[in-house]
């Protein structure tokens, strides 16, 4: 069964832009920056909310300010007989996991992990190898982020 998406149009587009951006902003600013009274921009909001388009709302965090200054990516290889969802189930208590993504390659996740220097992306790696039970890491320091 196919479920038809909404339609979205250039405003309902040029709302997401706004929001993803400013997702704090009021009624009435989003409504004077698109050129639409702010019920009809509630409005819209309200229909994409309920249709999925937006799924939630959510703050940045400076992980710096944290005290998490090492963004590294690992990406991560199961041995034989540990199971996705073993894995996922274990790595979802690791405060330093940002996002973690189930991929296709020579890899089987991809993490990013904000840790405390690189002493704590070691700590990460030694834990993924033996309480975590991964055959194979990979890791990589990001330097800056470019887009997101």
Known sequence: ML?????????????LDIIVDEGRISWK???????????????????????????????????KAL?????????VALPPGLTPGDFED???QREEVALAMYVTGPADYTIIVDCVGAEGLDDFIRWLKTDGGVARTESKFVLRPVVG
């Not at 479920?3 to 709302?15: F, G, H």
């Open 3 to 15: 479920v038809k998406s909404p339609e979205i149009d250039r405003l309902d587009r040029r709302i």
């Open 29 to 63: 600013e989003l409504a004077d920056r698109v050129h639409l009274a702010p019920s009809s921009v509630a409005d819209r909001v309200r229909r994409m909310e309920s249709s999925g388009v937006i799924q939630g709302y959510q703050a940045r965090l400076d992980r």
């Open 67 to 75: 005290g998490r200054d090492v963004r590294a990516v690992v990406d």
């Open 90 to 92: 274990v790595l979802a």
